[in-house]
């Protein structure tokens, strides 16, 4: 009914669904309900750090580059607590092969005790404390860099001006914090030109039809839009489900099939664990729905 008569739709992903769910909620926006308005709750500046690089994909590093490095420069992150798998090659190539390891945060990190050179900052001053390295980077022959969520709009843009000055192969790491964020992203889960933004969809008083699969964005706060129709798929009754007029229970990542991508890339493949009663996958959902209004999705 809200198509029927040309509503302003609003559609928010997760970072806890795979690969293949987020495809086909990303098909099912702007194919089946025609809108741009989809987004997910993100953490690092992924988006603006592809954007900043020409969307050239080769530069962004994986798991294994940091194991064989020449030099890494760690940025905004106690990398052991937040990414302890990535402190691990960072330490095993230090270890192993001698390389290089540089740190800027604001207070002691692991990372200090291998560092050749550790640097603080204050909260806000990341690249400063990054374009102070500039000297010791040059030298060396290539150079990976991870930071953290601080860094984030013109700082990811400024971040690779200062790689390119250093006249050595870059490559960066963007740290982000939820388990399937980056395949969230490269899925299809961000706003088109002209489409809405997770926090302008809150904020539209004009929204006529929200749906939330597994995210909890009215944790904290309101949607702006009162009388919106709101659809949640979600395993546990969120502040977000409490407001919703329909609930649709969904398994858990330990309940279905799949694939997600890690913060470097590679794909991982979930099997299900156990068979629950009573809930469905979020596929399974996004496959009954579209049935039911009669869609033919090209994910």
Not at 235 to 241: G, K, P, Q
Not at 260 to 269: A, L
Request: glycine share 10%.
């Amino acid at each position: 009914e809200v198509k029927a008569r040309g509503g302003v739709f609003g559609v928010v992903g997760s970072t806890r669904t795979t690969n293949e769910e987020n495809l086909l909620l990303q098909a099912f926006a702007r194919q089946g309900l025609e809108t741009d308005n989809i987004d997910h709750r993100r953490s690092g500046d992924l988006a603006g750090l592809l954007a900043a690089l020409g969307w050239r994909k080769e530069r962004l590093a994986t798991a294994s580059d940091l194991r064989h490095a020449p030099a890494m420069l760690i940025a905004a992150s106690d990398l052991a607590v937040q990414h302890p798998l990535l402190a691990f090659q960072v330490r095993a190539n230090w270890r192993h092969h001698g390389r290089h390891v540089y740190s800027v945060a604001r207070g002691p990190v692991r990372e200090d005790l291998i560092a050749t050179r550790s640097v603080r900052v204050r909260r806000g001053g990341e690249m400063e404390g990054v374009e102070s390295l500039g000297g010791l980077l040059r030298q060396e022959a290539g150079l990976v860099i991870l930071f953290g969520d601080a860094i984030q709009g013109v700082g990811v843009r400024r971040l690779v001006e200062f790689g390119d000055s250093l006249g050595i192969p870059v490559k960066y790491v963007c740290l982000l914090d939820r388990p399937n964020e980056r395949g969230a992203l490269e899925s299809g889960l961000a706003p088109a030109a002209g489409g809405m933004t997770l926090e302008r969809m809150l904020c539209a008083p004009g929204l006529d039809a929200l749906w939330v699969v597994g995210a909890n964005p009215l944790r904290g706060r309101q949607l702006a839009s009162a009388s919106a129709f709101l659809v949640v798929q979600d395993m546990f009754l969120t502040e977000t489900a409490r407001r919703a007029d329909v609930v649709l229970p969904a398994a858990c990542a330990y309940e279905k099939a799949g694939t997600v991508t890690s913060v470097c890339g590679e794909t991982q493949r979930l099997a299900p664990a156990v068979a629950a009663m009573g809930v469905k996958t979020d596929l399974e959902i996004l496959e009954l729905l579209a049935k039911m209004m009669g869609l033919n999705l090209d994910p």
